[in-house]
Nanobody, 122 residues
């Protein structure tokens, strides 16, 4: 499956962005899908993950209550709505998916898209 993330950009602290992950090549509803991010000089970290049907979601503590992950399987897309953005949310955001159980471990993901840069100014 091929993934393409989009929607990044420059936003002021307190603002919002919606990232989109478009999938092609396979039946997207067969895949658990997650968002991860990597800030400059830091390791890639888990942000959020959603089950195949969208009924289960999990978030990193750092984004809980501010970010929301949801999916539209009919259109092969997963979204990350990011509200109340902080400068520490600045990073390249990646979407990834796997066919196994829902996990938060980036090493367990099977497919990755190219990232989209989110920059939050103070």
């Amino acid at each position: 499956v091929q993934l393409q993330a989009s929607g990044g950009g420059l936003v002021q602290a307190g603002g919002s962005l919606r990232l989109s992950c478009a999938a092609s090549g396979r039946t997207f509803s067969n895949y658990v899908t997650g968002w991860f991010r990597q800030a400059p000089g830091k390791e890639r970290e888990f942000v959020a993950v959603i089950s195949r049907g969208g009924s289960s979601t999990y978030y990193a503590d750092s984004v809980k209550g501010r970010f929301a992950i949801f999916r539209d399987n009919a259109n092969n897309r997963v979204y990350l709505q990011m509200n109340s953005l902080k400068p520490e949310d600045t990073a390249v955001y990646y979407c990834a998916c796997r066919t196994g159980a829902i996990v938060r471990d980036s090493n367990a993901m099977d497919y990755w898209g190219k990232g989209t840069l989110v920059t939050v100014s103070s």
